[in-house]
């Protein structure tokens, strides 16, 4: 079936450089994309999401990307903090399935100081 | 604001009892509930759809009879594993949907079962 995928399952990152995590997704009848923070033993955390009408969006030291051509969503996290060490998940909003999320994988990202 | 509570964060039972796990949201109502499973370095997996007093809707392959869902309130709904066994153990997180939003979704901390 159709699913959200993710390219890296882990990301070792220098603390203040910038992070990118990658996303492909196959159902193009998503209509939103929301990009969630994991901390171990935590629930997500939600970070920013995109609408489907949308390529970029910005927020706090937080950029997502969305490429529709290549059904590809990316975040970008700058100047990565060690409190930005932890499981990354996108995940994909499909209206007319009753707005249920659909999980990637996951990538871990590893902040060395 | 949208603060969503799960009781218990961790529980460890007999293999052949049942668990209640309860969700709630805090100070919002929540039309709309979701019950994910997570397994260790993976990724949450929908169980099931709970809308307040209706039946739960549950993804193919969830088995409806081990997982029994109740949405009685617009704050509160509750998952029993039944007669939970040792596969059943892992990281059981709900969310919550704000009647007023279309796609938002507001996850609470999870619970932890571990079946002996």
């Known amino acids: 079936g159709e699913s959200v995928g993710l390219h890296l399952p882990t990301l070792s990152v220098q603390e203040g450089d910038n992070s990118i995590i990658n996303c492909a997704y196959s159902?193009?009848?998503?209509?939103?994309f929301i990009w969630y923070k994991q901390e171990s033993g935590k629930g997500p955390q939600f970070i920013i999401d995109i609408r489907s009408n949308m390529d970029k969006r910005q927020g706090q030291r937080v950029t997502v990307l969305l490429n529709k051509t290549v059904k590809h969503l990316s975040l970008q996290i700058a100047a990565t903090q060690p409190g930005d060490s932890a499981v990354y998940f996108c995940a994909e909003n499909i209206k007319a399935a009753g707005n249920k999320l659909t999980f990637g994988g996951g990538t871990r990202v590893l902040v060395k100081p | 604001g949208a603060v969503v509570s799960q009781h218990p964060s961790r529980v460890i039972c007999k293999s052949g009892t049942s668990v209640k796990i309860e969700c709630r949201s805090l100070?919002?109502?929540?039309?709309?509930m979701f019950w994910y499973r997570q397994f260790p370095k993976q990724s949450l997996m929908l169980m099931a759809t709970?809308?307040?007093?209706?039946?739960?809707?549950?993804e193919q392959g969830v088995e409806k009879d081990k997982f029994l869902i109740n949405h009685a309130s617009l704050t509160l709904s509750t998952l029993t594993v039944t007669s939970a066994h040792p596969e059943d153990s892992s990281f059981y997180i709900c969310s919550a949907r704000p009647g007023t939003m279309a796609h938002e979704q507001f996850f609470g901390p999870g619970t932890r079962l571990t079946v002996l």
């Open positions: 159902n193009s009848a998503s209509d939103y």
């Open positions: 100070d919002f109502q929540a039309t709309t």
């Open positions: 709970s809308n307040e007093g209706s039946k739960a809707t549950y």
